[in-house]
């Protein structure tokens, strides 16, 4: 399978715990991205990297919540100190140019 | 502030109708528009692009684009209960690659 993979795809951790979940993008993307999407919305950007450089990173998220592409190949997304509220879908999408790709997704559950 | 506008639904269709499903978008500078499908527990899967005002057919789907008026739609012909989905649009402005979604439209087709 040459899609976007994502590890794990499901965490339960109790709250003030910290999370890392991995994506490992097509391997010609090198643009990749993380999303959060909650029941009933669309995914929300987080945050951006082409190659191993992050470009982006949304104003709204918390400074709990780090990234990295070393590399420029698989990225890591970290949570410290989990909140109940940050239960949701994690998503990791890969792209070469405009057409984005989604991975399956790891669902978080914090309790 | 980009804002991605879809109606949340359910739009309910019955087997074999046509099936329109709508967005609109707030920022004159994007230049790519993607409709994704999403089934209930999993990811997003890109099923068309289009990047050029017009009509953009794929199959039993044609997405529309009037830039003009910031609208983009997706017609599904010959709706089947298989395409019971959220449909989500994502647009991005070109020079920032980074998608933005609306929160999704619920579509049903019932036999």
């Known amino acids: 399978d040459t899609g976007v993979s994502q590890d794990p795809r499901h965490k339960i951790t109790k709250r003030g715990q910290n999370v890392t979940f991995r994506c490992d993008p097509i391997?010609?993307?090198?643009?990749l991205y993380w999303y959060r999407q909650t029941l009933g919305q669309g995914p929300e950007f987080l945050t951006y990297?082409?190659?191993?450089?992050?470009?982006?990173k949304s104003r709204l998220l918390s400074d709990r919540f780090s990234a990295e592409r070393p590399k420029g190949s698989f990225s890591t997304l970290e949570i410290q100190r989990t909140e109940q509220g940050d239960s949701a879908m994690y998503l990791c999408?890969?792209?070469?140019?405009?057409?984005?790709?989604f991975g399956q997704g790891t669902r978080l559950t914090v309790v | 502030q980009k804002e991605v506008e879809q109606n949340s639904g359910p739009l309910s269709v019955p087997e074999g109708a046509i099936a329109s499903l709508n967005c609109t978008y707030s920022?004159?500078?994007?230049?790519?528009f993607f409709w994704y499908r999403q089934y209930s527990g999993k990811s997003p899967e890109l099923i068309m692009f289009i990047y050029s005002n017009g009509d953009k057919e794929d199959g039993r789907f044609t997405a529309q684009l009037n830039k003009a008026s910031q609208y983009v739609s997706l017609l599904i012909r010959d709706s089947q209960p298989s395409d019971s989905a959220t449909y989500l649009c994502?647009?991005?402005?070109?020079?920032?690659?980074?998608?933005?979604f609306g929160r999704g439209t619920s579509l049903i087709v019932h036999p």
């Open positions: 999408a890969s792209s070469l140019e405009h057409e984005a790709f």
């Open positions: 391997s010609e993307h090198n643009r």
């Open positions: 920022d004159r500078g994007s230049q790519s």
């Open positions: 990297f082409q190659n191993e450089a992050q470009l982006e």
């Open positions: 994502a647009v991005d402005s070109g020079g920032s690659y980074i998608p933005t």
